[in-house]
Each structure stands twice: as structure tokens, then as C-alpha cells.
């Protein structure tokens, strides 16, 4: 399953490349190449029509409702940029509007939490939370209530420049971290992006328009 022809290393740090090569070598130089195991990959495809799944557990004094579907979204794909401005406005925290429907006006849940994942694969989209029984119907109704909206109406602009903000602030404090570094080194790799693609990023982000919004969710 892991072989050296098939990986990426990535090193940051105070080392200069001789000294880094030195290192791989003496503890990986004896890794022998080969063919990895392959594995079978299955098209995953939406489901055509609504599928609601209720598991019972007796004595449980919450319900954790899951709401899912997949979502094909890959970093570095031209819409990467807007669902990431999507998701901190929909569910990404405190200021997220699932948590400001859900919490803080229904009172509901001690969280509710959405948006759309990436992976090299197939990603998806979820929004979830734990609610008293109760409150279990209703919940999934304030559910699809900031679905459908978030896809029919446009954000407001305080929105989106909230959103922008905070994804510009947690971007320039995750650049302190030397493993954000190395992650994005072997993202670039892994996803054959340009090598300055994390340089445009928050221009990127600042880009996104409200009618952007609307229409990848």
C-alpha cells in the first residue's frame, strides 16, 4: 500500500536542502520502489430522489440528525474558492447561520454545522446537529428551510464580508504552523496545482461575489 514511488515528502524547517537529503536518505534510502496495491474505485452517484433513515436507540434523550448527499469538489477546482465562502456563511461555526437558527434563536441544539467537503474523489455535503427529541421534526425543518434559501436568495453583503474576513484571518494565522506549510507544499503535488496557487488564494476568496454564492450552493 505505501510505497516511495507513490508518496510525497514534504520537510519545512530551519534545514537547508543538502541536509534535508541527507536525512531522507539514511532513514528512507533502503525503501525499495514497487507497485502498489491497487484499489477499485466506485462512481458514487446522488440518489434520485429523497431517502430518509431513522436508526432507534432505546433511551436516548437527543437525536442526531444527519442531513447528507455527495458533492464532487476537489481543491483546486475554479468554484473551490466560493464554497469556502459558502460554508463559513451556512454552518461553519457561531456565526454560521445553521448555528444562529438552530442555537441561538430556536434553541434547539448546542450546535448545528453544515457545507460541502472536498476530497480527490468525491466529496459531500452535510449539515448536522444533536437536538432534543422533542424538537426533532422541527429541527430538520429550520434544516431545509436555510438549504433552500441559501440556494434561492442572495447572502447579504455583511455576509459575505464577514466571511471573508474571518477566512483571511484563520488563513494568515495557519501560515505560522510549519505543518500548513508542509501540507500545502504536498497539495500542490498531490492535486498538480501551480506552484503559486496558495499565493492567490485569499485574492481568490475576496473575488467571491454574493450571485457566486447563490449559485454553487
Known amino acids: 500500500y505505501y510505497t516511495p514511488n507513490t508518496a510525497i515528502l514534504t520537510i519545512v524547517g530551519d534545514i537547508t536542502l543538502d541536509e534535508a537529503k541527507v536525512l531522507v536518505e539514511k532513514n528512507f534510502g533502503a525503501w525499495k520502489a514497487g507497485e502498489p496495491v491497487k484499489s477499485k474505485t466506485y462512481t458514487v452517484k446522488k440518489p434520485e430522489t429523497p431517502q430518509v433513515t431513522v436508526v432507534n436507540k432505546n433511551g436516548a434523550v437527543q437525536s442526531n440528525i444527519t442531513i447528507a448527499n455527495v458533492a464532487s469538489l476537489k481543491l483546486g477546482d475554479a468554484d473551490y474558492a466560493a464554497v469556502k465562502v459558502l460554508n463559513n456563511i451556512y454552518g461553519s461555526g457561531f456565526s454560521g447561520r445553521l448555528f444562529q437558527n438552530l442555537r441561538e434563536d430556536k434553541e434547539y441544539t448546542y450546535g448545528a454545522y453544515g457545507g460541502v467537503s472536498s476530497d480527490k474523489l468525491i466529496g459531500e455535503f452535510s449539515s448536522f446537529a444533536k437536538v432534543r427529541n422533542e424538537v426533532t421534526d422541527s429541527a430538520v425543518e429550520q434544516f431545509l428551510y436555510e438549504i433552500n434559501l441559501i440556494r434561492t436568495d442572495n ?23 510549519p505543518r500548513t506549510l508542509a501540507s500545502f507544499a504536498a497539495n500542490i ?13 485569499l485574492k481568490r476568496i475576496n473575488e467571491v461575489t454574493a450571485e457566486d454564492v447563490k449559485r454553487v450552493a
Open 189 to 201: 503535488e498531490r492535486y498538480n496545482l501551480n506552484k503559486d496557487y496558495f499565493k492567490g488564494y
Open 155 to 177: 447572502v447579504s453583503s455583511e455576509e459575505l464580508q464577514n466571511a471573508k474576513n474571518y477566512i483571511a484571518g484563520t488563513f494568515a494565522q495557519a501560515l505560522e504552523s
